[in-house]
């Protein structure tokens, strides 16, 4: 009986996504780890047992985020997530993040998520020129007082996936848009303010913002892009 048990315990039944829109979820046995981590497991799968297996990753450090998938229902860097935090009862499911279309597997397409910022102007714009005399923000500042942790924003995914209004209405910029446009709208070094404001101050935009504080409860860095959506709205009105 105890052999039973520490065999059970040494492996991670898991359920990974497979395919496209129209996929499946496939079921794999993986051994268990110390210190292991959800990305851990993926790359396990990928190399070990089903080299077909699509996922992305880079860093693996928590810098880069584009190892953002879905565990167990709920938005995650799974280079930072460990199985001990997640696993229920042994087992775990991955998913491809929400609301983005899925390429194959747990690889999404995230050219919508990025034409959004784009939408939002999320560029900077400038009028200075390498004549000009090196521009600065005072660190004690209001404004980059204001956006001290939205600047921070890596870009990788979790907040646009756990939106319900991304998924609610498609043309909604989402919440890391708009943490950008917050950004830009508070350096002084900015010229595109009014355009911004313009972009980001309608029903597609900030307004559309229902405040259910899903992206800052779940964003890895621990930023609050619904603080930076009520600046927005501030701003607006």
């Not at 048990?5 to 794999?28: D, L």
């Not at 851990?40 to 070990?48: G, K, L, N």
């Not at 404004?143 to 498609?170: K, N």
């Not at 950008?180 to 935009?205: F, H, I, P, S």
Request: hydrophobic letters at 35%; charged letters at 25%.
């Amino acid at each position: 009986m105890t052999q039973a048990i520490a065999t059970e315990a040494s492996v991670v039944k898991v359920r990974v996504w497979r395919g496209k829109e129209q996929g499946e979820y496939q079921a794999y046995e993986v051994p268990r780890q110390p210190s292991q981590t959800v990305l851990d497991i993926v790359t396990y799968i990928q190399r070990e047992i089903d080299p077909s297996l699509s996922y992305r990753f880079a860093c693996r450090v928590g810098v880069c985020g584009s190892c953002a998938m879905v565990v167990n229902g709920q938005a995650r860097w799974t280079c930072r997530t460990h199985v001990d935090k997640v696993a229920q009862d042994g087992e775990i499911e991955i998913a491809p993040l929400r609301n983005l279309p899925v390429v194959k597997d747990l690889v999404t397409d995230m050219a919508p998520f990025f034409d959004k910022w784009a939408k939002a102007k999320g560029q900077f714009q400038g009028d200075t020129t390498r004549h000009d005399e090196f521009a600065r923000v005072e660190p004690e500042s209001k404004q980059r007082q204001a956006v001290d942790l939205a600047i921070e924003c890596i870009g990788c995914g979790v907040c646009y996936s756990s939106c319900d209004v991304v998924s609610w209405r498609p043309d909604y910029l989402g919440p890391a848009a708009l943490n950008r446009a917050w950004t830009l709208m508070n350096d002084v070094r900015d010229t595109g303010k009014e355009d911004r404001l313009e972009a980001v101050g309608n029903d597609a935009g900030c307004l559309a913002c229902h405040t259910h504080t899903s992206c800052t409860e779940l964003c890895p860095k621990q930023l609050s892009p619904t603080a930076s959506i009520a600046g927005l709205k501030r701003m607006v009105r």
